[in-house]
């Protein structure tokens, strides 16, 4: 496979261990800090990291363009709405039962890639797909009561919801790039639409928090939003250059390096015999995607 065929492969990878990345920077964060606030400085800082950059990499001209219009409606509700929809449900749910719904996103990313672009499933990719969804799912499932407790059915919307937000913005953000084939661009008006709402709506809550920059966690928070905001000029580039259906599954894959971070790197978990199988489920379908597409 020639480089240029592999690299929506490998930014797409690229994309996935830094989405775990940030997943632990806001774990981090979460310890001195509510989890709203902390959503909303991590967007803002995302944005913040794209207008730094954009002496170097923004032609003006570009924003006047209407498909630019595509990625502001993005922007309206990836991540602002998709990230505290997934709060919402691991609130509802608990973290097992919604990371496990979560997992979903990249069936409806293949869905849009085959209905919208007329991409082909082949079988390997089905199986790469099928093979990120379970190991996720194996990972999440740890066989414990911590989410034993009622919940009401409708709940179960919310994380099927977030995903479905994921795969759609994923769908309208590469539609977008057709017209304005710029990745960053897309993240630039993406993060700064989700910046302001986020902000807005912060600034609307009753007994919001106070950010108190003499503590750690608000820093946490901007690392994972520059993070964050890497992985989805990652992502965009991937998206642009490759397939839906082989780059949304791969960078689904970012909960099995957030537990190997979690193991190796920050001593929070423990090797175990699901995370083992979860990583000998995954290699396999990444390569599966990766040279079947």
């Not at 498909?67 to 990230?83: E, M, Q």
Request: glycine fraction near 8%; charge should be positive.
């Amino acid at each position: 496979m020639e480089f240029n065929e592999s690299l929506p492969v490998l930014l797409a990878l690229t994309a996935s261990v830094l989405f775990a990345f940030g997943n632990q920077f806001q774990y981090i964060g979460l310890t001195g800090l509510d989890s709203p606030t902390g959503t909303m400085l991590s967007i803002a800082s995302s944005a913040g990291f794209y207008w730094v950059l954009a002496p170097f990499m923004l032609d003006p001209a570009v924003l006047l363009l209407p498909g630019v219009l595509i990625f502001v409606l993005v922007g309206l509700f990836r991540p602002a709405v998709s990230a505290n929809l997934g709060v919402a449900s691991i609130r509802y749910l608990g973290p097992t039962l919604s990371s496990t719904l979560s997992a979903t996103s990249p069936f409806f990313g293949t869905a849009f890639g085959i209905m919208v672009f007329g991409e082909v499933l082949t079988l390997p990719l089905a199986f790469g797909t099928l093979g990120v969804v379970g190991a996720i799912v194996l990972l999440t499932r740890r066989g414990s009561n911590q989410d034993a407790i009622a919940w009401p059915v409708w709940a179960l919307g919310l994380p099927i919801a977030a995903a479905f937000l994921r795969g759609f913005g994923h769908a309208l953000s590469k539609f977008g790039m057709e017209s304005v084939p710029d990745p960053y661009v897309a993240g630039l008006v993406a993060f700064s639409v989700s910046a302001v709402i986020t902000m807005a709506v912060n600034r609307r809550r009753k007994n919001r928090t106070r950010i108190s920059w003499r503590v750690s966690a608000p820093y946490w928070f901007i690392a994972a939003g520059f993070t964050m905001a890497i992985a989805i000029l990652c992502l965009n580039t991937a998206l642009m250059r490759g397939q839906i259906i082989s780059v949304v599954p791969i960078s689904a894959s970012s909960p099995i390096f957030t537990m190997l971070l979690s193991i190796f790197l920050f001593r929070r978990e423990r090797l175990t015999w699901r995370v083992i199988a979860a990583v000998l489920i995954v290699v396999p379908s990444v390569v599966f995607i990766a040279l079947n597409r």
